[in-house]
């Protein structure tokens, strides 16, 4: 099964973008979802998760204030909004989709490609 994430590209430091992940039909519609990344040279990171009501949600320290992640579970997708983006951001992002959050958040669970965020200075 594929989870596909989009929504990646290039912006200036300050700006914003939105990641949406979408896996097909209603699959893992009880699933939490969320987005890990991996800059270059370094490991990969938790981001944010959301579980399947769409009532929980966790941050890294990184992005708390900056980065929001939503679900609409009548299309079974979640998003990622990212604003006040930093340099520090860039990465190829990950979309994950596991039973439970705790399990999600400790990176088992299904894991979708990747799309890049390149922020610029």
């Known amino acids: 099964v594929q989870l596909q994430a989009s929504g990646g590209g290039s912006v200036q430091a300050g700006g914003s973008l939105r990641l949406s992940c979408a896996p097909p039909?209603?699959?893992?519609?009880?699933?939490?979802l969320g987005w890990f990344r991996q800059a270059p040279g370094k490991e990969r990171e938790f981001v944010a998760s959301?579980?399947?009501?769409?009532?929980?949600?966790y941050y890294a320290d990184s992005v708390k204030g900056r980065f929001t992640i939503s679900r609409d579970i009548a299309k079974n997708t979640a998003y990622l909004q990212m604003n006040t983006l930093k340099p520090e951001d860039t990465a190829v992002y990950y979309c994950?989709?596991?039973?439970?959050?705790?399990?999600?958040?400790?990176?088992?669970?299904?894991w979708g490609k990747g799309t890049q965020v390149t922020v610029s200075s």
């Open positions: 039909g209603r699959t893992f519609s009880s699933y939490a």
């Open positions: 994950v989709a596991a039973p439970k959050g705790g399990s999600l958040r400790a990176g088992m669970g299904v």
């Open positions: 959301i579980d399947f009501r769409g009532d929980t949600t």
